[in-house]
């Protein structure tokens, strides 16, 4: 007689097949890809977005600069003068998205001006914005 070779069974839920390396490889590169869709979308957001928020602040100081001149008579020296007096609230922002100074001009009796440096944070460059010109647009 012969002798029987004995089969093995593999018996369910002992040995699970996981994934491989390569799929798990695959998923990252994915993941990555999709990421880096979104941040092309989204990092031209934030430039525009802290320029508005820097327009918002400005008109505000804008607003407490007017007041100060009706009651002072004269030009504020800087943000921080406005907060001193009262017109601007200490919780308000006094620099730019980029965490420069406001400029204030105040020239004759029209509406003072206000200015931010922009990205680069010199006043007097292509980039700043302007109160001035912030009601053309």
């Known amino acids: 007689m012969k002798p029987r070779r004995m089969r093995r069974r593999s018996r369910p839920g002992l040995a699970s ?6 799929e798990i ?15 092309f979308a ?15 602040d400005m008109r505000v100081i804008q607003g407490a600069v007017t007041l100060y001149m009706v009651h002072h008579g004269n030009c504020p020296e800087s943000v921080s003068a406005l907060v001193e007096d009262g017109r601007l609230s200490s919780s308000a922002r006094s620099t730019d998205a980029w965490n420069n100074e406001f400029t204030i001009i105040c020239e004759g009796e029209i509406e003072p001006v206000i200015v931010s440096g922009g990205p680069d944070g010199q006043v007097g460059s292509e980039d700043d914005i302007r109160t001035d010109q912030a009601s053309q647009e």
Do not use: D, N
């Open 25 to 39: 490889m695959i998923v990252v590169i994915i993941m990555a890809l999709i990421a880096t869709g979104v941040a």
């Open 42 to 56: 989204v990092i031209p957001m934030l430039g525009e977005a802290r320029s508005t928020q820097t327009s918002t």
């Open 17 to 22: 097949p996981g994934m491989t390396l390569v």
